[in-house]
């Protein structure tokens, strides 16, 4: 308790920004990047290198594709990421949820990523998902197009 009241912080690991989000958003650049961040993980702790190279197979994947202007398998490949990280973790792409898993799950799963690294990780891609959703939605000036059928502009 000393040392907090002297230091008025504690020592642990947080989920803070680190990824500089390109401008103009490319996908394929972000994926780049959340990659070389999460490389660096096993380092810390928070990531089983051997785990570590099966999700960066799936990441250089999704980004290749991206690249290539198919984002059909790129969305695949983010979702079997995402797959990954599930069966690591229960709920972890549940914000609202901190909980954490049963005990039976802990006994069961080997754990090769931190909870807090799979949730940070889980967000990002889905991050990147949505933006490229959005950008469906957008002409080439990234104005939003007015559909007839859509009952919002109605």
């Known amino acids: 308790m000393e040392k907090l009241r ?3 912080f504690i020592t642990r690991p947080a989920a803070v920004p680190a ?9 394929a650049l972000l994926l780049d990047r959340i990659r070389t961040e999460m490389n660096t993980w096993p380092g ?3 990531l089983d290198p051997a785990f570590a190279a ?5 990441l250089v994947s999704a980004a290749e594709a991206y690249r290539l202007n198919n984002p059909k398998v790129a969305k695949e490949h983010i979702h079997t990421l995402r797959k990954m990280l ?7 792409d549940n914000d609202d949820a901190d909980d954490e898993d ?7 799963t080997r754990r090769s990523i931190d909870r807090l690294a799979a949730r940070v990780l889980d967000f990002d891609l889905r991050y990147v998902l949505k933006r490229m959703e959005q950008g469906h939605d957008k ?5 939003d197009e007015h559909r ?3 009952p919002r502009k109605r």
Do not use: S
Request: proline share 5%; aromatic share 4%.
């Open 102 to 108: 049963t005990e039976e799950h802990k006994r069961v």
């Open 19 to 27: 990824i500089a989000v390109p401008n103009p958003f490319d996908a």
């Open 139 to 143: 002409d080439g000036r990234g104005n």
């Open 44 to 46: 810390k702790q928070l």
């Open 86 to 92: 599930a069966k690591e973790h229960h709920h972890v």
């Open 6 to 8: 002297q230091n008025d």
């Open 54 to 58: 099966q999700l960066d197979r799936y």
């Open 148 to 150: 007839k059928d859509d």
